[in-house]
């Protein structure tokens, strides 16, 4: 594992060695995601993806995740718990903010981009402004849907003490401050002013070539979030949908071998 220092952040990286010359693989973690959650029922999907596709990856987790650095949070409400302070616009900070410092030192042009959810819409912003290789998006948010502001109440019930399914302590096992990683992402979400978020005009401005996945089964979003990027972008350089069965909101999980073959036949004809 290596640390570096992004806009004085200290944040987590792991980097997967692989040849020179074709483009390094990004990886963008879901917005409870992190360097460890990519690694997950016996499958290293990052590595996985490397080895399948010849490349070279990094992986990161973002402010407040995994390992990395915490986020700025206060102490509010009877329990006292952490609140968060991320803004409406935190994904944009990422892609437009933090990434490119990320890729600048590592000296990295051009870069093909794999993000899931929270990470797939910070792929989508930062091919909006930054030349990539391709964008590799699953299971993105790029407006707020009700069935995305249910489920997150969902889990906030889950993660609260006695909530159903553990998912604190499932959590516990991959962030250092699970609490702070927690609730900035889940009050930025359920708050009123995040109801106006919306990517679309951005995704008007991408030209790179562009892989959808999401599975029909997303409980987090409907395969109108697919929909409205087609219809956005411009797609000078072509676009590939994967819609997956049995699938929930992460394919890589859910359908591995699926979504791998997919990404891997992508990258081959596209870059």
């Known amino acids: 594992m290596n640390w570096l220092e992004i806009n004085g952040v200290r944040l987590e990286v792991r980097l997967i060695a692989g040849p020179i010359g074709p483009a390094p693989i990004i990886f963008l973690h879901e917005g409870l995601g992190s360097v460890s959650m990519w690694t997950q029922r016996g499958l290293d999907w990052p590595r996985a993806v490397c080895s399948a596709t010849g490349r070279a990856g990094v992986v990161y987790s973002r402010r407040g995740y995994g390992q990395s650095e915490p986020g700025p949070t206060k102490r509010a409400g009877p329990d006292d718990r952490p609140k968060g302070q991320l803004l409406p616009d935190y994904m944009h900070r990422e892609a437009w903010e933090v990434l490119p410092a990320l890729l600048q030192k590592l000296q990295i042009d051009n870069p093909v981009l794999l993000g899931h959810s929270d990470g797939a819409t910070i792929a989508l912003l ?11 998006a699953m299971a993105p948010h790029v407006m707020v849907e009700d069935i995305s502001v249910r489920s997150i109440a969902q889990a906030r019930a889950a993660f609260e003490p006695g909530g159903p399914g553990g998912l604190r302590e499932r959590l516990a096992r991959h962030h250092a401050d699970v609490d702070g990683a927690f609730w900035q992402w889940n009050d930025a979400w359920l708050s009123a002013a995040f109801r106006d978020f919306d990517i679309r005009p951005d995704c008007r401005r991408i030209t790179a070539p562009l892989l959808l996945i999401q599975g029909l089964g997303d409980e987090y979003g409907t395969l109108r979030q697919l929909d409205e990027i087609a219809e956005a972008v411009a797609q000078p350089l072509g676009m590939e949908q994967l819609r997956l069965a049995a699938c929930g909101h992460s ?4 359908q591995p071998e699926k979504t791998l073959e997919a990404v891997t036949e992508f990258l081959r004809n596209k870059h």
């Open 251 to 254: 394919p890589q999980r859910d």
């Open 126 to 136: 930062y091919a909006s402004r930054f030349p990539v290789s391709a964008c590799i």
